[in-house]
């Protein structure tokens, strides 16, 4: 599967933005859907994940912030992302795996499938 990110954009702090990720095949049932983020100097770090049957994950540092969805006649995934923090700024990464969709779970086994970033930059 073949995944393209976009709507990543500058944003001030406090505001909101929405970013998506389209696959290139079906995503029903198929694939767990994810998103990852990477700061200058620091290492890929979990954002969200979603499950093939729906169960989602939050990175610790987003929880209450952001959210994922997916629209799967779209092969589409979401990540709108609320009240932004400086510390927000980075590439996000959309993956795809057959089984994963959580921190652990990347730490240990990494993930199939990903697409090209797109940069978000809160501006404090």
């Known amino acids: 599967v073949q995944l393209q990110a976009s709507g990543g954009g500058l944003v001030q702090a406090g505001g909101s933005l929405r970013i998506s990720c389209v696959a290139s095949?079906?995503?029903?049932?198929?694939?767990?859907m994810n998103w990852f983020r990477q700061a200058p100097g620091k290492e890929r770090e979990f954002v969200a994940g979603v499950s093939r049957t729906g169960s989602i994950e939050y990175g610790d540092s987003v929880k209450g912030r952001f959210a994922i969805s997916r629209d799967s006649a779209l092969n589409t995934v979401y990540l709108q992302m609320n009240n932004l923090e400086p510390e927000d700024t980075g590439v996000y990464y959309c993956a795809a795996d057959r089984i994963g969709y959580s921190s652990s779970y990347y730490r240990a086994h990494g993930m199939a499938y990903w697409g090209q970033g797109t940069q978000v930059t809160v501006s404090s």
């Open positions: 095949e079906d995503i029903a049932n198929r694939y767990t």
